[in-house]
């Protein structure tokens, strides 16, 4: 009877020292930033849905996203420690990593370039040969160009065989003015963008891709700093898994995809979003491999191009120092690679 009294008591201590114990502080939330490529739209629904839908703060996140623009170089703000992630172009990964920058990709949102070349259909004009004798308005890098077509249009015209005599070129136009009045047969833009604009206006286009043509680009780049890496591995992984997992949710549920990239660009038009979100769907989930995936090979080639081009004028001595699949393999292991 007595040890079971004594049995009790400790019992009712244990619980009274406990009650008593103050509980450990809650860790707060870690915080990181991304640099958009651009304004907000539906280019960066991924990231969107994973804000919303509450990944990050599954993974004790607090996300801020900061938006691009004209005069924003996202490359430069991530170098410069104005963000922990950044949305960029490929090649600048490049020409960045060439000024010393410490910029790593990670992954790649746009496993293909959405740059095309769009001619209009009573054109004809349905294949690279078929600019032979046409005037295309690509500019020249020295004129402020449209610098991802130019690299592409080069190779493009190389592969072809056909050389600056054949064809004519003139200033690229955003605005599409000489394509819409016929001085210009030809005009390099965005599949996710421009085409979309033109389509909108009643003009039907035959579209070429270089992608078509053997000339693989990727496109958007989730890049962050080597020193980023080494220094805060738990929190990259954590942020890339649950961004990966937002781009899963906009292949799989459009319509709020569409829903929550509203809330981001708030006052542009719903229909264009929808638009821009579904024409970006073959170039984020090719079905080749998993979201995000990147290859050395097609890395290697647009290095190459990038090269031969005078575009890269410092040689890279080791291509493996500007991406890493350290976080591609953590979320997905090898199962990727084909």
């Known amino acids: 009877m007595g040890s079971r009294i004594m049995l009790l008591a400790f019992f009712i201590t244990s619980l009274t020292t406990l ?14 930033t991304l640099q958009l490529k651009w304004l907000h739209q539906g280019q960066f629904a991924g990231f969107y849905m994973a804000k919303e839908k509450g990944y990050y703060t599954a993974e004790n996140l607090d996300v801020t996203f900061l938006e ?7 490359c430069e703000r991530l170098c410069t420690g104005n963000a922990d992630f950044a949305i960029v172009s490929a090649e600048s990964v490049f020409t960045k990593h060439t000024e010393n920058s410490n910029a790593k ?6 496993q293909r370039s959405p740059v095309v070349f769009a001619a209009k259909t009573e054109s004809h004009i349905v294949r690279p040969r078929d600019f032979a004798g046409k005037t295309i308005a690509v500019g020249n890098v020295e004129g402020g160009g449209f610098a991802e077509a130019l690299v592409q249009f080069n190779t493009l015209m190389k592969k072809t065989g056909l050389t600056p005599s054949d064809y004519r070129t003139v200033p690229y136009d955003p605005l599409f003015k000489d394509f819409l009045s016929t001085k210009a047969d030809i005009t390099p833009t965005y599949l996710v963008n421009g085409a979309i604009q033109l389509r909108t206006m009643g003009i039907t286009l035959n579209l070429i891709w270089p992608g ?9 780049t989730l890049v962050t700093t080597g020193a980023y890496l080494r220094e805060k591995p ?16 906009v292949v799989e549920q459009v319509d709020e995809a569409v829903e929550v990239t509203m809330k981001y660009a ?12 579904e024409a970006q769907m073959p170039l984020v989930h090719t079905g080749e491999h998993p979201i995000g995936w990147m290859e050395p090979v097609i890395w290697k080639s647009m290095y190459e191009i990038l090269v031969d081009q005078g ?28």
């Open 19 to 32: 009650a008593c114990t103050p509980p450990e502080p809650k860790k707060g939330k870690e915080p990181v």
């Open 68 to 74: 691009g623009g004209k005069d924003i170089n996202p």
């Open 105 to 110: 990709a990670v992954a790649v949102i746009y």
């Open 212 to 220: 078509d043509y053997g000339i693989p680009f990727y496109s958007d």
């Open 234 to 249: 738990d929190i990259a992984l954590r942020f890339f898994r649950a961004s990966m997992k937002g781009w899963k949710d």
């Open 266 to 277: 708030a006052g542009t038009d719903r229909t264009f979003q929808r638009n821009m979100i």
């Open 311 to 338: 575009i890269i004028t410092k040689p890279v001595q080791d291509l493996e120092s500007v991406y890493t699949f350290d976080l591609l393999y953590a979320l997905y292991g090898r199962a990727g690679e084909k």
